[in-house]
């Protein structure tokens, strides 16, 4: 069974950082590319981040793009998510997904976490 | 960036009908595009990508149509478990998603 886990998620003050991690088990993790998606609060889904099965290929939306940095490690079957300058824009539930298609990018997300929140405010 | 518009905003529909929702892309993008159910408190669940292929364990009351920049999702018998949020998403370029169409019992 596929379970991805998210966490590191809180509530941080404007202009500081926060590391989320995801667990994932049940599938061939260095197989797949991984994604993050949020979600605002009472707001719709936002692809905020993408990285390839071997890391060769990341992309960033433009509403993060300089401030957060994506990462995976297949050793430990674990992704990352480093955000820096927080804002509190990016105050949202932040998911985790796996893509729908072996060694691709194809940004369809088959299997979604439960998520983390992160709350930016002072 | 591409800009997906779903309509309507809100679709009542009573159990056992029809539920039509529709998608349109800003700009072509082809069949890579996707349909997701959302619940309250629930992550996304993929229904239908490449415009009209069924994700594995989908009933095939849902299916997807459309091609360039018009698309539907139809739920032929809406279930009591298929009352939810349903988003588009395009995945052609960066990937965007519709705001969503929220399917409520009438």
């Known amino acids: 069974e596929v379970q991805l886990v998210e966490s590191g998620g809180g509530l941080v003050q404007p202009g500081r950082s926060l590391r989320l991690s995801c667990a994932a088990s049940?599938?061939?993790?260095?197989?797949?590319?991984m994604h993050w998606v949020r979600q605002a609060p009472g707001k719709g889904l936002e692809w905020v981040s993408g990285?390839?099965?071997?890391?060769?290929?990341?992309g960033y939306a433009d509403s993060v793009k300089g401030r957060f940095t994506i990462s995976r490690d297949n050793a430990k079957n674990s992704l990352y998510l480093q955000m820096n300058s927080l804002r509190a824009e990016d105050t949202a539930l932040y998911y985790c997904?796996?893509?729908?298609?072996?060694?691709?990018?194809?940004?369809?997300?088959?299997?979604w976490g439960q998520g983390t929140l992160v709350t930016v405010s002072s | 960036e591409i800009v997906m518009t779903q309509s309507p905003a809100t679709l009542s529909v009573s159990p056992g009908e029809r539920a039509t929702l529709s998608c349109r892309a800003s700009?072509?993008?082809?069949?890579?595009l996707a349909w997701y159910q959302q619940k309250p408190g629930q992550a996304p669940r993929l229904l239908i990508y490449?415009?009209?292929t069924r994700a594995t364990g989908i009933p095939a009351r849902f299916s997807g149509s459309g091609s360039g920049t018009e698309f539907t999702l139809t739920i032929s018998s809406l279930q009591s478990e298929d009352f939810a949020v349903y988003y588009c998403?395009?995945?052609?370029?960066?990937?965007?998603f519709g705001q969503g169409t929220k399917v409520e019992i009438k």
């Open positions: 700009q072509s993008v082809s069949s890579n």
């Open positions: 997904a796996k893509d729908l298609h072996k060694y691709s990018s194809s940004s369809v997300g088959d299997y």
């Open positions: 998403q395009q995945y052609n370029n960066w990937p965007t």
């Open positions: 490449g415009a009209s």
């Open positions: 049940g599938f061939t993790f260095d197989d797949y590319a």
């Open positions: 990285i390839s099965w071997n890391s060769g290929s990341i």
